[in-house]
C-alpha cells in the first residue's frame, strides 16, 4: 500500500475540495490512488465543496460574541440568504464565533481549532455544512478585540438570531469602573458605529495614503475658486478637519443627540461609570461589503428565454 503523505492528502484536497481528515480515509480506502479517492469521495457526498467553490457567496452571517475584556466578530459567507435562517448554518456560525474568543483573528487559526459540539476542525465542519446545505461557503474574516481593563461591546443591528445578523458592530472600553453603566455606554456607540460607519478611530490612526489623496481633491477643489495661496490651504485645511468629522469615530458627532462628538461623549461617561473611560477600538462588519456579487437583469434573462 502506498504511504499516505501530507502532501498527498493536501493534493486530495485541492482537488477535492473535502476535509482534510476525510481526504485521509479516502486515500487509505483507494491505497493512495488520489483519482479513485476523488471518486470515493464523491461517492459519500464529500466532494461536494469543489464543485461550488466557483460560486459567488455573499449572503450569509455576522455574529458578534464577548467574553470578560474579549469581545469578536465573525463573517461567514454562503450563496443565498435563506441559508442565513438555516438552525445548522446559525449553530455554526455561532460556534465560529466562539472559536474566534480563544483563536484570535486569524482566519486559517479559527479553521484549524476544534469546532465546538463536532468532532472535527472548523474546516472541515464548514466543508460537511457546504455538502450537506449544497450551496458555497466561507469563513471570510475575524476579529477579536481585547482590553486589560473594562469589557468590549457588542451590537447587532435587525439580529436574525441572538449575536447574528448583517451588521455586528464591537466597541473596545478601557476602564475599571461600573460594568453595567459601561456596558450600557458602549452598546449605544455601538450603535452609533452601525449607523454613521466611521473608517478609523482617530484622527492619528487615518491612513496616510487616504488623507493624501483626500488633500488632493480638496486642493483642487479650491484653486478652481481663484482665490489666493493663502487663502486656499485655509479652506483646504478646514476640508480636511471636516473630513476626519466625517470618517474618524472619536470626531463624529454622536447620533443619538446630535450635537456630541463622541470624544466628548466618552469622557463625559467618567463621571457617571465612576472612573476615565477610554475607547481603543472598534470593528464594524456589514455582510458582504466588498465582495463582487453578479447583477442580474432579470428581464433580459426573460426576454433571453422568450427568444430562445
Same mark, same amino acid.
Given at each position: ?91 455554526? !456560525?455561532?460556534? #465560529?464565533?466562539?472559536? *474566534? &474568543? +480563544?483563536?484570535?483573528? =486569524? %482566519?486559517?487559526?479559527?479553521? @484549524?481549532? $476544534? ?87 482617530? !484622527?492619528?490612526? #487615518?491612513?496616510?495614503? *487616504? &488623507? +493624501?489623496?483626500?488633500? =488632493? %481633491?480638496?486642493?483642487?477643489? @479650491?484653486? $478652481? ?84
Amino acid at each position: 500500500m502506498a504511504e499516505i503523505t501530507a502532501a498527498l492528502v493536501k493534493e486530495l484536497r485541492e482537488k477535492s475540495g473535502a476535509g482534510m481528515m476525510d481526504c485521509k480515509k479516502a486515500l487509505g480506502e483507494t491505497a493512495g490512488d488520489v483519482e479513485a479517492a476523488i471518486d470515493w469521495l464523491r461517492k459519500k457526498g464529500l466532494a461536494a465543496a469543489a464543485k461550488k467553490a466557483g460560486r459567488v457567496a455573499a449572503e450569509g452571517l455576522v455574529a458578534v460574541a464577548a467574553s470578560g475584556t474579549k469581545g469578536v466578530a465573525v463573517e461567514v459567507n454562503a450563496e443565498t440568504d435563506f441559508v442565513g435562517r438555516n438552525d445548522q448554518f446559525q449553530g455554526f !456560525v455561532k460556534a #465560529v464565533a466562539q472559536v *474566534a &474568543l +480563544d483563536a484570535g483573528s =486569524d %482566519v486559517e487559526a479559527i479553521k @484549524a481549532a $476544534a469546532c465546538p459540539g463536532a468532532d472535527k476542525s472548523v474546516a472541515d465542519q464548514l466543508t460537511a455544512l457546504i455538502a450537506t446545505i449544497g450551496e458555497n461557503m466561507n469563513l471570510r474574516r475575524a476579529v477579536r478585540l481585547e482590553v486589560s481593563a473594562g469589557l468590549v461591546a457588542t451590537y447587532m443591528h435587525s439580529a436574525t438570531a441572538p449575536g447574528l445578523g448583517k451588521i455586528g458592530v464591537l466597541v473596545a472600553l478601557e476602564s475599571t469602573g461600573d460594568k453595567a453603566k459601561l456596558e450600557a455606554l458602549g452598546k449605544q456607540i455601538a450603535m452609533h458605529v452601525a449607523a454613521a460607519n466611521p473608517l478609523f478611530l482617530d !484622527v492619528s490612526s #487615518v491612513d496616510t495614503t *487616504a &488623507l +493624501d489623496r483626500e488633500r =488632493d %481633491v480638496l486642493t483642487e477643489q @479650491a484653486k $478652481a475658486s481663484g482665490k489666493p495661496a493663502a487663502v486656499i490651504e485655509k479652506m483646504v485645511e478646514g476640508r480636511v478637519r471636516k473630513y476626519y468629522e466625517e470618517v474618524c469615530l472619536l470626531e463624529q458627532v454622536f447620533v443619538i443627540d446630535q450635537e456630541t462628538k463622541i470624544s466628548k461623549v466618552v469622557e463625559n461617561a467618567a463621571k457617571d461609570v465612576g472612573a476615565p473611560v477610554k475607547l481603543t477600538g472598534f470593528a464594524r462588519f456589514a455582510l458582504g461589503e466588498g465582495i463582487e456579487k453578479e447583477e442580474k437583469d432579470f428581464a433580459a434573462e426573460v426576454a433571453a428565454q422568450l427568444g430562445g
